[in-house]
């Protein structure tokens, strides 16, 4: 079927294959550099990375070249988009928007680059409302609207065992990180403005994680609402919330357990998990 719109992200969007494959979305990876070798996300497994990053390897992320996004964009007009809505991390994280932006510059049909201002499966849940809209017949006006709408209304949590990946990436301070170790406390996150930004710290894992899932209950309200529960290398940590977050969200429309992208992942440190909380 020829899609009029067609979809396109990057791989900090978190998107299960599944959902991609049956929502016709195409995901461009985000780059990982783990000493000499640099790949596209998806070629980089876990423990590789989790093992490196505890051996304190040197370890970074970087957008995909503009001619990644070129190419992607050339072949969803080869297939007969008319238009193409390009959406994509904050750009207070990453300079993803940026190259998708250059890389549209020598495409012939119109590229719409939104830049969501935030990450995970807010990101994800916000393509997936574009893909919706898109399926439906909606205009790329209307699928990058039904986008911006999804990721402004969405809640990004995020859990840290420790600050000092973060830190490393430079997303905080190197004071900020002290403290959480020195303290033992459990650093909670949100992204707001299209940062990262501290939200809580908690004593300890457990009532971090039980923390956690209140703090997801109350944004979600009684409203309907899409959730996902992302981590990185901490599977029976996420089953763990999901279940609590699906005891006590009956209304929840949608639920879903999917790996942290690894670009992420890089960045926030093995042991770390996400709550997504997206009204419908």
């Not at 209304?153 to 990180?177: K, M, Q």
């Amino acid at each position: 079927m020829i899609r009029r719109v067609a979809i396109i992200t990057d791989s900090t969007a978190c998107l299960p294959d599944q959902l991609v494959e049956k929502l016709g979305i195409v995901v461009v990876q985000i780059q990982v550099r783990v000493g000499d070798r640099v790949d596209d996300e998806a070629r980089v497994p876990v423990p590789e990375l989790v093992d490196a990053m505890r051996q304190r390897l040197d370890v970074a992320t970087t957008p995909p070249d503009p001619g990644a996004f070129f190419w992607a964009y050339q072949e969803a007009a080869s297939a007969g988009a008319e238009a193409i809505v390009s959406l994509h991390v904050s750009s207070g994280l990453s300079r993803t928007a940026e190259a998708a932006r250059a890389g549209a510059a020598q495409v012939r049909i119109p590229v719409h680059v939104v830049d969501t201002g935030t990450c995970g499966m807010s990101l994800g849940y916000a393509v997936v409302a574009a893909a919706t809209v898109g399926q439906i017949g909606g205009d790329a006006e209307q699928v990058a609207a039904a986008a911006r709408h999804s990721a402004a209304r969405s809640t990004e949590l995020i859990y840290v065992d420790t600050l000092e990946y973060l830190r490393r990436g430079g997303r905080i301070s190197a004071s900020a990180a002290f403290l959480g170790s020195a303290l033992s406390m459990k650093p909670l996150l949100t992204v707001s403005k299209g940062l990262i930004s501290p939200l809580e710290r908690v004593v300890g894992a457990e009532r971090a994680m039980r923390r956690l899932v209140d703090v997801a209950v109350k944004r979600a309200g009684e409203q309907q609402v899409d959730i996902a529960v992302e981590h990185f290398d901490a599977a029976e940590r996420a089953q763990a919330v999901l279940e609590q977050l699906t005891e006590r969200l009956p209304r929840a429309r949608r639920v879903l357990l999917t790996p942290v992208s690894t670009a992420i992942g890089a960045h926030v440190g093995p042991g770390a998990l996400g709550v997504t909380v997206s009204p419908v």
